[in-house]
């Protein structure tokens, strides 16, 4: 399974941004797609989930409200439509793959991972 996240940028606070991951190959075998983010001298941290049919979604206490993911069947993308941004928000944020629901918050069982895509908010 390859991803291509891609949709960072510079943007004011309070200002809005919509990241995108385009997955391909073995697609099928994954369960679900979540949205991590790493920002300097902090750990990676769940940020979204959703399950490859779209039925399920999940986010973090700090996306919760005004963060949404969903996923284009079409396209094969999953997409991370971010409204209200806060400095804080700032890192870079990875889309990746995982075999099963359940695991869905945890970085340690995806497999997959995109490159990252740098997202930035200023004051």
């Known amino acids: 399974v390859q991803l291509q996240a891609s949709g960072g940028g510079l943007v004011q606070a309070g200002g809005s941004l919509r990241l995108s991951c385009a997955a391909s190959g073995s697609i099928n075998s994954v369960d679900a797609v979540g949205w991590f983010r790493q920002s300097p001298g902090n750990q990676r941290k769940f940020v979204a989930g959703?399950?490859?049919?779209?039925?399920?979604?999940t986010y973090a206490d700090s996306a919760e409200g005004r963060f949404t993911i969903s996923r284009d069947n079409a396209k094969n993308t999953v997409y991370l439509q971010m409204n209200s941004l806060k400095p804080e928000d700032t890192a870079v944020y990875y889309c990746a793959a995982v075999h099963e629901w359940r695991w869905v918050k945890i970085s340690s069982k995806y497999k997959y991972w995109g490159q990252g895509t740098q997202v930035t908010v200023s004051s």
């Open positions: 959703i399950s490859w049919s779209g039925a399920l979604a």
